[in-house]
């Protein structure tokens, strides 16, 4: 068999036996391809490539080649004369199941406070590290019976990305992203096992990850007041070494409103989730709804306290310099959370002075900005809500589908035909999980419409994140012929093993280039990454990354079953 050409580009991994099935191969060479059974060495389908393509970056030139009528199950390779061959790839019902069950247990692997026994870990076991058992109250987060200096205990949680920091506002949109991919397909989850240590339990598995992180979020609020500290953290990050070797200090730093507000919805949604497991986890449900309640009451009394680090450190000592998630604009925070304990309370007095800000078009979700959590929320619990207006409703629907139509414009004309990557902006810091959370998006559209043209646009992104890019890589560890190898994240640097964690979404193509690295081949916005572990700003992994990307790949599994 001949070396595979990285001029075909299409999802490594592969494709469902009745979906769309697109390769794309890059340059001007050749004309027709065709499609091999690489177990018998039969042709199984001869086609033209599709018109000439132009990237809007790069001016590269590329042409489809579409082989969706080929509905038979088995190993494949594309051929093209004079380019050469594709990487293999498979057709079979379930494609992206083990996709989908890696992505959650990265989560497994970014545990804190424990040791990863082989039994699940494989040959990434490693020593527990970071207990948190002893965390310093820093001089910003003093209150009523804790004092400067004075110690909680605070562990568990998922290490948030390649460095070992927890932090709440991180925590809030990957909390909200993977308990609603299970509030949408709850039967999907029921008998996915992940293999990890709490698989023999009652409870799905995605739901015992994510209590991981839950039962370290509630030690995050005061119990005096009520109110959520911003993070729990080094002063400065721990080098490139593993878990058990760390020694610093770690502290809990400043409460403010846009932390305990992503506390506030998390907790609320986390509350409604749980209630289906009463006999497994006895008053979990309802000690959410009570953190949920007093976070709120403290926000309510506390509107407008921003975390500000370089403001915080002019006053108080240590100085602490790890990832600040500074958010400026709290409305969003406020009308997820008001909607997650509306949705969970049915009490209409949380919508009382919201507004859901219909008028402007939706913003995708990040870190920062959750709005479109809300929206979801609101759509998914439609038949709950009683006398809630309906106004609010259509409003809402209209705002995503419409935000799903624009991302549906021109993507014929795109050099991969993929919603992603149609303007520049897509290229962030994190781009993989724009293109995941515009699939999240294109899935809430189906659901809305049953038209399978946004199903179909959401496959391409997760085809995107797996291989169908101008970068020719699968982002995510462990999967693809052309994988991510060095990501910028502690353990896959300082364990010694060759090949990184598996399961982990690289952060994808970013011209911002902060890091400085060198490894990037060009500033073309689509091109913009460096499988190198320096690069952070195109090559870190992060729990808010793999979550959406958990969503995309679990719904296009429990869709493509139905």
Same mark, same amino acid.
């Given at each position: 068999m001949q070396k595979p050409s990285e001029n075909i580009r299409l999802n490594q991994v592969g494709f469902y036996p009745n979906a769309v099935k697109n390769a794309f191969v890059v340059g001007m060479e050749g004309q027709e391809f065709s499609l091999r059974d690489v177990k018998t060495n039969q042709v199984v389908l001869k086609g033209k490539l599709g018109p000439i393509l132009t990237s809007p970056y790069s001016g590269k030139k590329s042409r489809v080649a579409d082989f969706s009528s080929v509905q038979k199950v088995g190993k494949f390779v594309l051929e093209v004369p004079s380019v050469g061959v594709s990487y293999p790839f498979e057709i079979k019902s379930e494609i992206h199941k083990n996709v989908t069950t890696s992505a959650i247990r990265g989560f497994y692997y970014q545990r804190a406070s424990v040791a990863l026994p082989e039994k699940f870990a494989g040959k990434w076991a490693r020593p527990a590290g970071h207990p948190d058992d002893n965390v310093l109250i820093h001089p910003s987060a003093v209150s009523e019976g804790r004092p400067e200096g004075s110690a909680i205990s605070s562990p568990r949680g998922w290490y948030d990305a390649g460095d070992y920091n927890k932090y709440i506002v991180n925590s809030g949109v990957t909390m909200g992203t993977l308990l609603s991919v299970y509030e949408d397909f709850p039967v999907y989850f029921k008998n996915l096992k992940t293999n990890i240590p709490e698989s023999q339990n009652a409870v799905p598995d995605l739901l015992d990850e994510v209590l991981w992180n839950l039962r370290w979020m509630l030690t995050m609020q005061d119990p005096a007041d009520g109110g959520v500290y911003h993070k729990l953290t080094n002063p400065r990050f721990d080098g490139m070494i593993m878990p058990d070797a760390c020694k610093n200090p770690r502290y809990v730093v400043q409460k403010n409103t846009i932390a305990t507000l992503d506390f506030v919805a998390v907790m609320a949604q986390a509350s409604r989730v749980f209630k289906a497991f009463e006999k497994q986890l006895p008053g979990l449900s309802d000690s959410c709804k009570v953190a949920a309640t007093r976070g709120w009451n403290w926000a309510q009394k506390n509107p407008s306290i921003l975390y500000k680090q370089n403001e915080m450190n002019a006053k108080f000592d240590p100085d602490v310099v790890t990832g600040g998630y500074e958010d400026k604009d709290g409305s969003d925070e406020r009308i997820w959370a008001a909607a997650e304990m509306y949705v969970t309370t049915k009490n209409e007095d949380y919508l009382k002075n919201i507004s859901f800000e219909t008028d402007k078009p939706m913003p995708l979700p990040s870190w920062s900005q959750v709005k479109a959590l809300a929206y979801y929320t609101m759509i998914r619990?439609?038949?709950?809500?009683?006398?809630?207006?309906?106004?609010?409703?259509?409003?809402?629907?209209?705002?995503?589908?419409?935000?799903?139509?624009?991302?549906?414009?021109?993507?014929?004309? &795109?050099? /991969?035909?993929?919603?992603?990557? *149609?303007?520049?902006? !897509?290229? =962030?810091? @994190?781009?993989?999980?724009?293109?995941?959370?515009?699939?999240?998006?294109?899935? &809430?559209? /189906?659901?809305?419409?049953?038209? *399978?043209?946004?199903? !179909?646009? =959401?496959? @391409?992104?997760?085809?995107?994140?797996?291989?169908?890019?101008?970068?020719?890589?699968?982002?995510?560890?462990?999967?693809?012929? *052309?994988?991510?190898?060095?990501?910028h994240h502690r353990p896959s640097i300082a364990d010694g093993i060759v090949e990184p964690v598996p399961g982990l979404l690289s952060g994808g193509p970013n011209p911002g280039q902060q890091d400085k690295c060198e490894g990037y081949p060009n500033k073309f916005a689509d091109e913009s990454f460096a499988d190198v572990d320096c690069s952070y700003a195109s090559n870190e992994i992060a729990i808010n990354w793999n979550a959406p990307f958990v969503y995309l790949a679990a719904a296009m599994e429990a869709l493509s079953s139905k």
């Amino acid at each position: 068999m001949q070396k595979p050409s990285e001029n075909i580009r299409l999802n490594q991994v592969g494709f469902y036996p009745n979906a769309v099935k697109n390769a794309f191969v890059v340059g001007m060479e050749g004309q027709e391809f065709s499609l091999r059974d690489v177990k018998t060495n039969q042709v199984v389908l001869k086609g033209k490539l599709g018109p000439i393509l132009t990237s809007p970056y790069s001016g590269k030139k590329s042409r489809v080649a579409d082989f969706s009528s080929v509905q038979k199950v088995g190993k494949f390779v594309l051929e093209v004369p004079s380019v050469g061959v594709s990487y293999p790839f498979e057709i079979k019902s379930e494609i992206h199941k083990n996709v989908t069950t890696s992505a959650i247990r990265g989560f497994y692997y970014q545990r804190a406070s424990v040791a990863l026994p082989e039994k699940f870990a494989g040959k990434w076991a490693r020593p527990a590290g970071h207990p948190d058992d002893n965390v310093l109250i820093h001089p910003s987060a003093v209150s009523e019976g804790r004092p400067e200096g004075s110690a909680i205990s605070s562990p568990r949680g998922w290490y948030d990305a390649g460095d070992y920091n927890k932090y709440i506002v991180n925590s809030g949109v990957t909390m909200g992203t993977l308990l609603s991919v299970y509030e949408d397909f709850p039967v999907y989850f029921k008998n996915l096992k992940t293999n990890i240590p709490e698989s023999q339990n009652a409870v799905p598995d995605l739901l015992d990850e994510v209590l991981w992180n839950l039962r370290w979020m509630l030690t995050m609020q005061d119990p005096a007041d009520g109110g959520v500290y911003h993070k729990l953290t080094n002063p400065r990050f721990d080098g490139m070494i593993m878990p058990d070797a760390c020694k610093n200090p770690r502290y809990v730093v400043q409460k403010n409103t846009i932390a305990t507000l992503d506390f506030v919805a998390v907790m609320a949604q986390a509350s409604r989730v749980f209630k289906a497991f009463e006999k497994q986890l006895p008053g979990l449900s309802d000690s959410c709804k009570v953190a949920a309640t007093r976070g709120w009451n403290w926000a309510q009394k506390n509107p407008s306290i921003l975390y500000k680090q370089n403001e915080m450190n002019a006053k108080f000592d240590p100085d602490v310099v790890t990832g600040g998630y500074e958010d400026k604009d709290g409305s969003d925070e406020r009308i997820w959370a008001a909607a997650e304990m509306y949705v969970t309370t049915k009490n209409e007095d949380y919508l009382k002075n919201i507004s859901f800000e219909t008028d402007k078009p939706m913003p995708l979700p990040s870190w920062s900005q959750v709005k479109a959590l809300a929206y979801y929320t609101m759509i998914r619990h439609e038949k709950q809500l009683g006398p809630v207006d309906q106004q609010y409703l259509r409003s809402i629907k209209k705002s995503v589908t419409d935000f799903s139509d624009d991302l549906l414009k021109d993507m014929e004309q &795109q050099p /991969y035909h993929t919603v992603m990557g *149609k303007t520049a902006k !897509d290229f =962030a810091w @994190g781009s993989s999980a724009v293109a995941s959370n515009q699939g999240i998006a294109l899935i &809430q559209a /189906y659901k809305l419409t049953k038209d *399978k043209k946004y199903l !179909d646009a =959401a496959l @391409g992104n997760l085809d995107y994140i797996l291989g169908r890019n101008a970068t020719g890589y699968s982002f995510l560890t462990g999967f693809g012929s *052309k994988q991510v190898m060095h990501p910028h994240h502690r353990p896959s640097i300082a364990d010694g093993i060759v090949e990184p964690v598996p399961g982990l979404l690289s952060g994808g193509p970013n011209p911002g280039q902060q890091d400085k690295c060198e490894g990037y081949p060009n500033k073309f916005a689509d091109e913009s990454f460096a499988d190198v572990d320096c690069s952070y700003a195109s090559n870190e992994i992060a729990i808010n990354w793999n979550a959406p990307f958990v969503y995309l790949a679990a719904a296009m599994e429990a869709l493509s079953s139905k």
